[in-house]
């Protein structure tokens, strides 16, 4: 499997994007996927989706692109937390 490349992106880049982004370099490595996470702004995404396979927010959106996108408010909350989860593996193993 080629290595995945996922943004993790939240308001300002620092706070909740990095518990996010750390959880989802946990759950890649967990289950066995090479994966380049990177963390910014949500300003800054639709200028960095070449070549990304998953987008995941911390706050709510409205995407405006085709790559895969899901809330990763679960992350910070832990409400829905192994759905967020299997959303995003289900994304990342196609």
């Given amino acids: ?8 992106a939240c308001g300002g880049a ?11 370099r946990d759950l890649c ?3 066995g996927i090479d994966a380049d996470v990177q963390q910014m702004r949500i300003i800054e995404i639709e ?4 070549g990304v396979d998953l987008v995941i927010t911390t706050m709510r ?20 937390k192994e759905a967020t989860e299997k959303k995003i593996l289900d994304i990342l193993k196609k």
């Fill in 61 to 80: 959106i409205k995407p405006t692109w085709k790559t895969p996108y899901v809330n990763g408010m679960a992350f910070l909350t832990g409400i829905n």
């Fill in 14 to 24: 620092v706070a909740t994007s990095t518990v996010a982004a750390d959880a989802v």
């Fill in 47 to 50: 200028g960095n989706l070449a």
């Fill in 29 to 31: 490595k967990a289950n």
């Fill in 1 to 8: 499997m080629a290595k995945k490349k996922i943004i993790v």
